[in-house]
């Protein structure tokens, strides 16, 4: 049976060779994006690409909670099942921008409305084979910093301070996963893909750019790793890790810090209105 895979975004850059490697070696993928136009334009080249792919576009607006709710509820309907979900779709907008329920754009994007997005995908998770959640975190997530009198916005707005707290909330929340899906066995590891270089690390102070500027790669190099940890049967079971250049990489000790991983969970639920799993 081929996999069984939900994307967010993949309409463009590293999502969409995502994507586009999953249906190449038979993967049944779903992309789940909020511009309709650039996903059914991504759909199109992948068929074109592969004939024989099973690609399927829904709408997704991560910026919007009730539209998450909403379109996840179509998903569920539609989908019935899948064997693994990648949180891939993030934005890093350069000015402070907010979601439509108010909260700094980065951080309501890249980490709240994925945590919810997660939650919601669980029954459908648990029907899988060899369930995996993968999660699009980053190297930058060593500048990342908690802190909740910043989620509903923050001044001065710091680009690069903004993007870390979200990977490092990527990280800590696939940490959580790791530990209360293991039962379940729903596996949950984090990734940092390697940069592409783009205008947007002209924002990054020397010392993270040292850290950085290695990783940088072309988008369909990038891809290969989750895709790598989404099919490759040496993967299942493996949970908790957090993955760069195929191997394990080192967490920043705030990644590795347990007492916070919980104290964001628990808030994080308290936002979202969620029980705790």
């Not at 760069?244 to 967490?251: H, I």
Request: hydrophobic share 40%.
């Amino acid at each position: 049976m081929s996999k069984r895979i939900l994307i967010t975004g993949g309409n463009s850059g590293i999502g969409f060779c995502t994507a586009d490697q999953l249906a190449a070696q038979g993967a049944e993928v779903s992309l789940a994006c909020r511009d309709q136009t650039k996903g059914q334009a991504a759909v199109a080249r992948i068929k074109n690409a592969h004939p024989n792919a099973k690609v399927r576009l829904f709408p997704l607006d991560l910026a919007d909670l009730e539209n998450v709710h909403d379109n996840a509820a179509v998903i569920y309907r539609e989908l019935g099942e899948i064997d693994v979900l990648i949180n891939n779709a993030g934005v890093v907008p350069t000015r402070q921008e907010f979601t439509r329920d108010g909260y700094e754009m980065q951080f309501g994007v890249n980490y709240l409305a994925p945590v919810l997005f997660t939650h919601l995908m669980l029954p459908l998770l648990k029907k899988g084979n060899q369930p995996r959640v993968l999660h699009v975190a980053s190297v930058a997530h060593w500048l990342g910093r908690i802190n909740k009198s910043t989620w509903r916005g923050r001044k001065p707005y710091l680009v690069m301070d903004a993007y870390g707290q979200s990977k490092l909330g990527n990280i800590l929340f696939s940490n959580v996963l790791a530990d209360r899906l293991e039962d379940l066995g729903i596996t949950s590891n984090a990734l940092h893909p390697g940069g592409v270089d783009t205008p947007i690390f002209r924002h990054v102070p020397k010392p993270a750019m040292a850290l950085i500027r290695p990783t940088l790669t072309t988008p369909e190099q990038a891809a290969r790793l989750p895709v790598s940890l989404a099919m490759d049967p040496q993967y299942a079971g493996i949970t908790g890790e957090y993955f760069a250049n195929f191997k394990p990489a080192l967490r920043s000790p705030r990644a590795r810090n347990r007492k916070l991983a919980e104290e964001l969970y628990y808030d994080t639920m308290a936002e979202l209105n969620l029980p705790t799993l």
